[in-house]
């Protein structure tokens, strides 16, 4: 499986970007698909994940009510909305993908995606 992020860039404090992750190679049907993110000097650290129906879905406390985590099999692709953006936002951002379970854990991974850059300007 390999998996392309996009739709990072720079952005101001409050303002909302959109991640897509587009998978390739094989079906990610029946993974679990989330998104990690590492900021410089700082261990990656988990964002949100969703089930592989996109009925269940988790997230960490810091983003909790900003960002939103879809997925479209169909596209083979998982989105992360990110809304209400803050300086502490700022990291590079990895899809990740688990088969059958949330991704909830970098060890717990199965593939990842190469990352894109977000920025959040105070």
């Known amino acids: 499986v390999q998996l392309q992020a996009c739709g990072g860039g720079l952005v101001q404090a409050g303002g909302f970007l959109r991640l897509s992750c587009a998978a390739s190679?094989?079906?990610?049907?029946?993974?679990?698909m989330g998104w990690f993110r590492q900021a410089p000097g700082k261990e990656r650290e988990f964002v949100a994940a969703?089930?592989?129906?996109?009925?269940?879905?988790t997230y960490a406390e810091t983003v909790k009510g900003r960002f939103t985590i879809s997925r479209d099999n169909a596209k083979n692709t998982v989105y992360l909305q990110m809304n209400s953006l803050k300086p502490e936002d700022t990291a590079v951002y990895y899809c990740?993908?688990?088969?059958?379970?949330?991704?909830?854990?970098?060890?717990?991974?199965?593939?990842w995606g190469q990352g894109t850059l977000v920025t959040v300007s105070s």
């Open positions: 969703c089930s592989w129906s996109d009925v269940s879905t």
């Open positions: 990740a993908a688990r088969n059958r379970y949330f991704p909830i854990s970098s060890k717990s991974v199965d593939y």
């Open positions: 190679g094989r079906t990610v049907s029946t993974y679990g």
